[in-house]
C-alpha cells in the first residue's frame, strides 16, 4: 500500500498544484488541496476552494509528485484524518506515515469520491440514529451505529452511541465482545464512557474523570539496551500478560478531583489548565494513593505500571526503536515528536498540553511517553537489576530498594532522556514540577501493591 521512497531511476520533482478542484463524471472522483505548512503539534494545513462538504472525520492521503523518465507518478505517502475545517483550509491529523517519507515531501492532500460519498453515508445514519435515540427508539438507533461504524470502524463517537444504544437494548456488551474486545475485561464496560478502537487499531475506554485507557496485548518484547546506560544492559526479551495504560499522562483536573473527595492537598497548578495539562510536583505515594481511589471509585484495580509495562506501551513489539514514535531523533528534518528543553520550536517553551504531539505516538496509541513530565512506575530502582537473574515474564522489579523507577524524559531534559530504555530514579518522597504519572488496569486482582 505505501510507496517506497528509493526509486532506481532518475527521478526530478515537480509541483503541479490544482487548488480546490474536483474531476467532474467519475465514479472515483478527487478532490486535490494545496499544502500550505505543519504546525509544531503535527497538524497538516491544506487550502482548500470549499467545493464540496467535506467534515472532520474523513479520511484521504497525503501525495507527492514525481516525474520518472517523464513519466508522472502521483505518490500517497501519508494517510490522514480531516480535524477541522474552515471555508478555504483544512487542518488534518496524520494516522500513519509511509516508510522513508516526512513533511518535507508533502505537495498537495487528496480524498477520493468514493471516501466522501463512504463518510456522507456514515453521517446520514449517524444523524438518523442520534433522531432515534431521541425519540427512544433504542433498537432502531442501535442499528443504525452498527450500520454506520461498518463504514467507519475507527469512529469514536459512532462506538459510543452503539455502546449506549447497546446496553439499552441489553446488547451493548455482548456486540463489543463480538467485535473483538479483549476478554477478562467486561467490567470495564460497566464503567465506560466510550468504546472504541483508535487510529493504530488498538482498543480505547474511556473511563470515569475521563481517563482514557489502552489496550497492550500479552506478548514479548525487547527490553533494555546495549547502546547506552550501563543501567540499561543487557537488552532482554520479556513476556507480559495484557494489560490497559493510561492513554495520557494524569491530568491535573483528574487529580483534582481525587484531592477533592480525600481531602488532600492539590499540588500547584503553576497557571497552568487543569483539563489538559499533567499533574507534576507528586511524591510516588500520591500517585500510590490516586489510584487506590480510583480503584474503589470504579470497582477496577488500577496500578502504577511496572518498569515492564512502561518500556512495553512505549516501544511496542515489533522492533527495538529508541523512541516510541521509532528511529528518528527529535526535531530531525525540523519535526519535533515531543517536548525537550532542546527544542523550544516545537511550539512550548515549557509543559505541554497531555495530547500534544500525536506524530509522538506509541505503536498502541499511547500519548506523550517521551519528554512533558517523567512518570512514576511500580518499580524499585536498581542499576545492576538488568544484569542480574531474574524472572523474564511479569518481571516486578527488585523486592526492595530506597528509589523508586522514574520513566520518560521530561521537558527540563536534553533528549537523550527521551529514550523508551532510559531509566532514572527519586525518592518515593521527593517531587518536583518535572514528575507526574500515568496508570495501568490488569486482568488479575490478586496482587496488591506494597
Request: hydrophobic content about 35%; aromatic content about 12%; proline content about 5%.
Amino acid at each position: 500500500m505505501w510507496a517506497m521512497r528509493s526509486v532506481s531511476l532518475m527521478i526530478s520533482m515537480a509541483v503541479f498544484l490544482i487548488t480546490g478542484t474536483v474531476q467532474a463524471g467519475r465514479s472515483n472522483q478527487r478532490i486535490e488541496m494545496k499544502y500550505l505548512g505543519c504546525t509544531p503539534q503535527g497538524t497538516v494545513g491544506l487550502l482548500y476552494a470549499g467545493n464540496e462538504a467535506l467534515s472532520p472525520g474523513i479520511e484521504g492521503f497525503l501525495m507527492t509528485r514525481l516525474i520518472v523518465n517523464k513519466a508522472k507518478l502521483n505518490l500517497p505517502i501519508a494517510r490522514f484524518v480531516i480535524k477541522t475545517v474552515t471555508k478555504k483550509e483544512i487542518f488534518v491529523d496524520v494516522i500513519r506515515w509511509g516508510e522513508g517519507w516526512r513533511r518535507d515531501d508533502i505537495q498537495y492532500g487528496e480524498i477520493s469520491g468514493k471516501d466522501l460519498r463512504n463518510f456522507q453515508a456514515f453521517q446520514k445514519l449517524m444523524y438518523e440514529g442520534k433522531r432515534k435515540y431521541a425519540a427512544s427508539d433504542f433498537s432502531g438507533a442501535h442499528q443504525d451505529f452498527l450500520s454506520a461504524l461498518e463504514l467507519q470502524p475507527s469512529s469514536r463517537e459512532c462506538m459510543n452511541w452503539l455502546s449506549r444504544t447497546g446496553g439499552k437494548t441489553n446488547q451493548g456488551n455482548a456486540i463489543i465482545n463480538r467485535m473483538g474486545f479483549p476478554t477478562g475485561y467486561e467490567r470495564m464496560l460497566d464503567n465506560a464512557q466510550a468504546v472504541y478502537r483508535n487510529p493504530s487499531g488498538t482498543w480505547e475506554v474511556v473511563l470515569p474523570e475521563s481517563i482514557g485507557m489502552v489496550y497492550v496485548p500479552s506478548g514479548s518484547f525487547i527490553q533494555g539496551s546495549d547502546a547506552h546506560h550501563e543501567d540499561e544492559i543487557p537488552p532482554k526479551t520479556i513476556d507480559l500478560k495484557d494489560y490497559w495504560i493510561s492513554k495520557t499522562e494524569v491530568t491535573l483536573r483528574q487529580y483534582e478531583e481525587f484531592a477533592r473527595s480525600t481531602g488532600r492537598q492539590m499540588p500547584d497548578d503553576e497557571g497552568y489548565a487543569r483539563d489538559r495539562y499533567p499533574v507534576m510536583s507528586v511524591t510516588w505515594f500520591d500517585a500510590r494513593e490516586f489510584h487506590r481511589w480510583l480503584s474503589r471509585r470504579t470497582g477496577l484495580t488500577f496500578r502504577l505500571p511496572t518498569e515492564a509495562q512502561w518500556e512495553k506501551a512505549a516501544r511496542g513489539d515489533s522492533d527495538e526503536r529508541p523512541y516510541p514514535w521509532g528511529f528518528q531523533e527529535n526535531g530531525s528534518g525540523g519535526i519535533y515528536y515531543c517536548n525537550s528543553r532542546e527544542h523550544k520550536a516545537d511550539g512550548f517553551e515549557y509543559l505541554a498540553p497531555v495530547d500534544a504531539f500525536p506524530i509522538g505516538a506509541s505503536p498502541y496509541g499511547v500519548l506523550q511517553m517521551a519528554g512533558n513530565v517523567a512518570e512514576w512506575v511500580r518499580d524499585w530502582y536498581d542499576p545492576a537489576y538488568y544484569s542480574q537473574k531474574h524472572t523474564m515474564k511479569d518481571p516486578q522489579g527488585p523486592a526492595s530498594g530506597t528509589q523508586r523507577v522514574v520513566r520518560g524524559g521530561s521537558y527540563v531534559g536534553f533528549d537523550f532522556a527521551t529514550r523508551v530504555s532510559k531509566r532514572n530514579a527519586m525518592k518515593p518522597d521527593e517531587k518536583n514540577n518535572y514528575t507526574g504519572f500515568r496508570i495501568v488496569l490488569e486482568g488479575s486482582n490478586e496482587r496488591t501493591i506494597q
